[in-house]
């Protein structure tokens, strides 16, 4: 059985930091391309950040600067760390990972709420 946790959300204030993680099991983690997308209220889920299974990153330019993707392969585990955080960043926090050689194969969290709020 597939399961992809989040955690590490909550109330932060302006400026304010937190690190989220999400926990994999029942997948191949070095074959996944790990994601995470977010979606605020009235809005598209959209991409925040998303690793390969070698490291390479790529940061949406509304988190570029302050946000960091990054992987441990032994832990099965992807991370956000989110610095300087801002208002417009509230929103539920989705871990999504994807196979990197088999089209359409991919598998999302539960999502994980990030406030941001004084």
């Known amino acids: 059985q597939v399961q992809l946790v989040e955690s590490g959300g909550g109330l932060v204030q302006p400026g304010g930091s937190l690190r989220l993680s999400c926990a994999t099991s029942?997948?191949?983690?070095?074959?996944?391309?790990m994601g995470w997308y977010r979606q605020a209220p009235g809005k598209q889920r959209e991409l925040v950040a998303v690793?390969?299974?070698?490291?390479?990153?790529n940061h949406s330019d509304s988190v570029k600067g302050r946000f960091t993707i990054s992987r441990d392969n032994a832990k099965n585990t992807v991370y956000l760390q989110m610095n300087s955080l801002k208002s417009e960043d509230t929103a539920v926090y989705y871990c999504?990972?994807?196979?990197?050689?088999?089209?359409?194969?991919?598998?999302w969290g539960q999502g994980t709420q990030v406030t941001v709020s004084s």
């Open positions: 029942g997948i191949i983690f070095g074959f996944y391309a």
């Open positions: 999504n990972g994807r196979h990197s050689m088999i089209s359409g194969l991919d598998y």
């Open positions: 690793i390969t299974p070698g490291g390479s990153t």
